[in-house]
């Protein structure tokens, strides 16, 4: 089976730094991935990590360790528009290659 | 825009009664995913197709089921609905079949059942 836990909400103001974290449980670990879904939109791929390390690309930036079975999201100069919910998502071998996702964090920036 | 359609985007349908949900993946992409996703919950996997073959299985209640034609697109069919499927579902594809780094959602289908 597969686990992932991350916490539910995160609150922070415009221009500020913020972490999410993402703790999992799978047999079988072929990488993490981290999705944002504006509200009731479609799910957007932000990033993955197939390797321990980080992974930076503009203002966000994924971490994985596969020794800790965690990893992070760390969203830089928070603005208003990054208010969303942020999953974090691991393949399963026993679901063929489909994502499992965590149950979101929803992530609140005001100004 | 994902390259990833769903129609269609609202339906709304009484207890009882059965709707089929369409997907039509990105060009090339021969996986597809449905996950449904209820109210203030994450995304559940339901069901995956490759190349119009059951791939893998996920909580899907029996009254669901799937198939993937030979130009790819695909259908969930509901049956026998219940207040609780009102959910938004969402059909997903990937690039690479077995090792997906990226799934492209659909904008997704709001069901209501009332």
């Known amino acids: 089976g597969q686990s992932l836990e991350q916490p539910s909400e995160v609150t922070a103001v415009e221009g500020a730094i913020v972490q999410i974290n993402c703790t999992y449980q799978?047999?079988?670990?072929?990488?993490l991935s981290w999705y944002q879904q504006h509200d009731g939109g479609a799910p957007t791929f932000l990033s993955y990590?197939?390797?321990?390390g980080l992974e930076e690309t503009g203002r966000f930036s994924s971490f994985l360790s596969r020794s800790d079975s965690y990893g992070y999201l760390l969203l830089q100069e928070l603005q208003m528009k990054d208010s969303a919910s942020y999953f974090c998502a691991v393949r399963d071998s026993q679901a063929g290659t489909a994502l499992i996702f965590g149950k979101g964090t929803t992530l609140s920036v005001s100004s | 825009d994902s390259g990833v359609t769903q129609t269609p985007k609202h339906l709304i349908t009484a207890t009882g009664q059965r709707v089929t949900l369409r997907c039509s993946p990105r060009?090339?992409?021969?996986?597809v995913y449905w996950y449904q996703q209820s109210l203030d919950q994450g995304l559940q996997f339901l069901i995956q197709?490759?190349?119009?073959?059951?791939?893998a299985k996920g909580n899907i209640l029996e009254r669901f089921s799937a198939q993937q034609f030979p130009d790819l697109h695909s259908e969930l069919n509901l049956s026998s609905l219940e207040l609780g499927d009102s959910a938004l579902y969402f059909c997903?594809?990937?690039?690479?079949?077995?090792?997906?780094?990226?799934?492209?959602f659909g904008q997704g289908t709001r069901l209501t059942v009332v």
């Open positions: 799978t047999s079988g670990f072929y990488g």
């Open positions: 997903a594809s990937s690039v690479k079949g077995n090792d997906p780094t990226e799934a492209f």
């Open positions: 990590n197939a390797l321990d």
């Open positions: 060009s090339g992409d021969l996986s």
């Open positions: 197709y490759y190349n119009g073959e059951e791939r």
